[in-house]
């Protein structure tokens, strides 16, 4: 069954104006986000370098909710036990990185942190099937990602709605989190499809009001079924 409470929205660091990072820490602390999304990029795995190790350092005893980390960088099993040690609490790494996915996600687990896949647009969430009873959540991107301000990929609503029914038909409570062009209009159709969590950077940082567009998606109605 689809989850009938409001979806985890959880507003993207990638998106804050670096220059004053303790405003994107009081917005997460003071709004209804649930979360902090933090991506950490290599430049190999992605064309593109974000921030590491010393801004989670520099923000994690600041921040009042769960850090939500997006490693997207090519040998993520490198650093398990500074993510945990950093407080890190849900632990994503990409699918098409990982050789031995059982074995990380275990790993992963036994750091203390929940354990977390991600796909990237082309990969079928049915690859899935013999891990996710494993599995804490399934991070979808709905964009490549690297970047932030990109176009959502529509076929990422299908990717959920498949997804959830996999989740569903085991009986597991595994989530479902989706990350790329996420605003109230594609938020929605994620939501509906059975999405459990949204990732936005863009829409809630260069929003005039923040806070109002965090309430925006913190508002959107799972199907009932
Ligand atoms: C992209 C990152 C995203 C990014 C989303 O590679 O994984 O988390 O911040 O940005 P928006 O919401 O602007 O698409
Ligand atoms: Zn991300």
Do not use: C
Not at 94 to 118: C, F, N, Q, W
Not at 154 to 173: A, C, N, Y
């Amino acid at each position: 069954m689809s989850q009938l409470h409001s979806p985890i929205i959880a507003p993207s660091l990638l998106a804050a104006d670096f220059l004053h990072l303790d405003k994107a820490v009081e917005l997460i602390n003071d709004s209804e986000a649930d979360w902090l999304h933090i991506d950490v990029m290599d430049g190999v795995f992605v064309p593109n370098i974000s921030f590491g190790f010393p801004i989670l350092e520099a923000i994690r005893p600041h921040i009042r909710k769960p850090l939500d980390v997006h490693l997207m960088i090519v040998e993520p099993m490198k650093f398990v036990r500074e993510l945990a040690a950093l407080g890190v609490d849900t632990m994503n790494v990409h699918y098409e990185v990982s050789p031995h996915l059982h074995r990380s996600l275990g790993a992963i687990r036994d750091a203390g942190m929940k354990a977390a896949v991600t796909l990237n647009p082309h990969t079928p969430v049915e690859l899935l099937g013999d891990v996710l009873g494993e599995l804490d959540m399934v991070l979808l991107m709905s964009v490549n990602p690297g970047f932030g301000g990109q176009r959502f990929i529509p076929q990422t609503v299908d990717k959920v709605r498949r997804l959830r029914r996999m989740i569903d038909e085991r009986g597991l409570s595994t989530l479902i989190e989706v990350d790329g062009g996420v605003n109230a209009k594609t938020g929605a159709e994620l939501v509906a499809a059975g999405a459990d969590a949204l990732v936005a950077g863009s829409y809630v940082f260069a929003h005039e009001d923040p806070r109002a567009a965090i309430h925006s998606l913190k508002v959107l109605a799972p199907q009932t079924k």
